[in-house]
């Protein structure tokens, strides 16, 4: 049972607006990273997907670029709390990227420029839930925000949406990525609240 | 799971922050640089939560402090900074971070590098310091709009005193005391130059405030031949109430 907060009132979101648990929504995109942006020049941009020892698919940007993509609007719920509503990209569905890749795999761990990393179900990659993303509301995606390209996975929370994403690798094991390994969920479900290791 | 610590002490450091005082009896410790989430609720049953880093070093006492800038368009902070008495109960959860975290048994040279109320996650690092009799070479470079502004003045003052001092320098973007002699300004390559610590000594960084301050200071630190894998940033805006 919570303690009442004397004199609290607080702002409540209009009722028509469903938010997971504990989240509160906001309109600007705050940045959350955790070192320095990687400058990513799109000379030497590279897209590789592998099962850990051989390439499977591989991309230049001008061939990830000649891809067919699409546009998509889709809510954003970080684990520091505040939900963007209604941000419209343009990516490469990960259905696209992974349509002739034949594997036996059930995990993807995926690799940034930086070196940051996250895991994450391969099926939750499929099934029009995932994007390489490279335009936020019509514009180039900003570095800061993980441009060139970042993964989007919304319906987990934006950690697992990798900026700066370089490499997906598709294993049968699942392993820890960067946050993942620090104490936070090994799955992220926004709606399920699960925030750290343990909920 | 969601601790109680009671209000024990409130102490303004500025016009617009605020150093609660926690007494938390079930507290497990913590490491410096991590934060807690803070939860309210309303009487009807209405919560909200927001992140604040810890701002004091652990101790055998279980408080615990958080230094707390009041957001004009906050949900949160005005009631922290101004409704909250001495006596008053809060919900924590934490303590939460596994990676801006500074830790005893780190010997290398620490550069922190803060801008406004991004100062207080270094600081928990600078007390750590103390209290575990470190002596690892500390050098703060601390970025605040106006002399009025600087958070913990006296306690950083009295830094440059010990047998082992931290080297504290300030930098000033809208007015700086009289006399000083950099004109205000943002944080700049030859400030980072002259005065943290060279790339070749392969000191661990530590920046922490608006995410423009941090864009901006990791990309002097990178150009300046620090390794990436070497900075560690926490980034904070209005929206996240990051402190």
């Given at each position: 049972m919570a303690i009442i907060s004397r004199g609290f009132s607080g702002r409540r979101a209009a009722a028509d607006v469903k938010l997971p648990p504990g989240q509160y929504l906001t309109t600007d995109f705050p940045v959350l990273s955790a070192g320095p942006t990687p400058s990513v020049p799109l000379d030497s941009w590279q897209l590789t997907i592998d099962d850990g020892s051989r390439v499977l698919r591989k991309w230049d940007w001008k061939s990830f670029r000649e891809l067919s993509s699409e546009s998509f609007t889709v809510d954003l719920h970080c684990v520091t709390r505040w939900s963007k509503f209604g941000t419209s990209w343009e990516g490469?569905?990960?259905?696209?990227?992974?349509?002739?890749?034949?594997?036996?795999?059930?995990?993807?761990?995926?690799?940034?420029?930086?070196?940051?990393?996250?895991?994450?179900?391969?099926?939750?990659?499929?099934?029009?839930?995932?994007?390489?993303?490279?335009r936020f509301d019509g514009e180039n995606l900003a570095p800061e925000h993980g441009g060139p390209a970042r993964l989007l996975v919304p319906h987990l929370y934006l950690w697992k949406s990798a900026k700066w994403v370089r490499r997906i690798t598709l294993t049968r094991e699942d392993k820890p990525g960067f946050w993942e390994g620090l104490g936070y969920h090994n799955y992220g479900d926004p709606w399920r609240e699960q925030r750290y290791w343990g909920e | 799971m969601w601790r109680v610590g009671t209000v024990v002490a409130l102490h303004d450091e500025t016009a617009i922050v605020r150093t609660i005082r926690l007494k938390v009896p079930d507290w497990p410790s913590h490491v410096a640089g991590q934060h807690v989430d803070v939860r309210l609720t309303a009487?009807?049953?209405?919560?909200?939560?927001?992140?604040?880093?810890?701002?004091?070093?652990?101790?055998?006492?279980?408080?615990v402090e958080l230094t707390i800038e009041r957001l004009p368009e906050g949900e949160v902070s005005p009631y922290l900074t101004q409704e909250v008495a001495v006596g008053d109960r809060l919900e924590l959860r934490g303590p939460i971070g596994g990676w801006f975290v500074w830790r005893r048994c780190q010997t290398e040279p620490v550069q922190l590098?803060?801008?406004?109320?991004?100062?207080?996650?270094?600081?928990?690092?600078?007390?750590?310091?103390?209290?575990?009799?470190?002596?690892?070479?500390?050098?703060?470079?601390?970025?605040?709009?106006?002399?009025?502004?600087?958070?913990?003045?006296?306690?950083?003052?009295?830094?440059?005193?010990?047998?082992?001092?931290?080297?504290?320098?300030?930098?000033?973007?809208?007015?700086?005391?009289?006399?000083?002699p950099r004109p205000p300004g943002r944080v700049d390559a030859s400030l980072i130059a002259n005065t943290t610590w060279p790339a070749n000594l392969a000191a661990t960084s530590y920046v922490c405030g608006s995410t423009s301050f941090v864009e901006s200071?990791?990309?002097?630190?990178?150009?300046?031949?620090?390794?990436p894998d070497k900075i560690r940033t926490e980034r904070f805006g209005p929206t996240g109430e990051r402190k």
């Open positions: 490469v569905s990960l259905d696209t990227l992974l349509a002739e890749v034949k594997t036996d795999a059930s995990y993807a761990f995926v690799h940034s420029y930086g070196d940051y990393t996250t895991n994450l179900p391969l099926k939750d990659l499929l099934n029009k839930q995932a994007w390489i993303a490279f | 009487s009807d049953g209405y919560s909200a939560v927001r992140s604040y880093s810890i701002a004091s070093a652990p101790n055998s006492e279980n408080y590098i803060g801008g406004g109320s991004g100062i207080v996650p270094l600081m928990a690092m600078i007390r750590s310091r103390s209290v575990w009799r470190s002596t690892a070479p500390f050098r703060l470079l601390y970025s605040a709009r106006e002399p009025s502004a600087v958070l913990y003045q006296d306690e950083l003052h009295a830094l440059s005193g010990h047998d082992c001092p931290v080297t504290v320098t300030y930098a000033y973007t809208r007015a700086t005391p009289k006399g000083w200071i990791a990309g002097l630190l990178t150009a300046s031949g620090h390794e």
